[in-house]
């Protein structure tokens, strides 16, 4: 049982690429949530789903993209890569009473 | 003002001492009430989950919800080593829309 299972777990991006975090669960959970931990400011919502097909806007949106085409995957893509999304970028799901997060994926944009 | 404020830290306790984690919030639609703890460079993992007011107790950890104050604690007895960990509170109306405090790090000395 793997959980929740994020990739890559490190990345380095220029200012301008984009590029996709992966996030995949094996627990049927229909809820799943994208959140980035910055110092000193927590975790702040950035997506989230209550199922596949159903997806909705958190506290910090822009800049990124999300789908839910099946409930074991939700991806999270970063359109044009900029320097104030670097960050540590955790991907949760849950089915109810509590989120299971994945391990992280650390992004840097130069 | 941020909708949950979680006390900073750091603090450092020795070992056997009682750990008091606060948290206080604005938003009296909240209803699920969380602590997740993060060891270094891991992702949260969920300690206690309550959606009432009053205390709920889980071998040493017992988290408290005061609504009518908008006030939230985690105490933590018979604090050993391995507690060391950033603790954070998270909260919201849906329980998979949760808001999160900045986290408070944790020292046990031995």
């Known amino acids: 049982n793997a959980g929740v299972t994020q990739t890559p777990k490190f990345q380095v991006l220029k200012t301008g690429q984009s590029m996709t975090l992966q996030c995949a669960q094996d627990?049927?959970?229909?809820?799943m949530s994208w959140y980035r931990q910055d110092p000193g400011m927590g975790l702040r919502l950035i997506h989230y789903s209550v199922g596949a097909g159903i997806t909705d806007q958190g506290e910090v949106p822009n800049g990124y993209n999300v789908s839910r085409s099946t409930t074991e995957d939700f991806p999270l893509r970063l359109l044009s890569a900029a320097p104030s999304q670097t960050s540590v970028y955790f991907c949760?799901?849950?089915?109810?009473?509590?989120?299971?997060f994945g391990s992280g994926t650390r992004l840097t944009v130069v | 003002q941020k909708e949950v404020e979680q006390d900073p830290g750091p603090l450092s306790v020795p070992e056997g001492a009682i750990v008091s984690l606060n948290c206080t919030y604005s938003?009296?639609?909240?209803?699920?009430f969380m602590w997740y703890r993060q060891y270094s460079r891991k992702g949260p993992e969920l300690l206690m989950y309550?959606?009432?007011?009053g205390n709920k107790e889980d071998g040493r950890f017992t988290a408290q919800v005061d609504k009518s104050s908008k006030y939230i604690s985690l105490f933590i007895r018979d604090s050993q080593p391995s507690d060391s960990a950033t603790y954070l509170c998270?909260?919201?109306?849906?329980?998979?829309?949760?808001?999160f405090g900045a986290g408070t790090t944790v020292t046990v000395r031995a």
């Open positions: 949760a799901s849950s089915y109810s009473g509590g989120y299971t």
């Open positions: 998270a909260m919201g109306f849906r329980d998979y829309k949760l808001s």
């Open positions: 938003n009296s639609a909240f209803q699920y």
């Open positions: 309550t959606y009432s007011s």
């Open positions: 627990m049927n959970h229909e809820y």
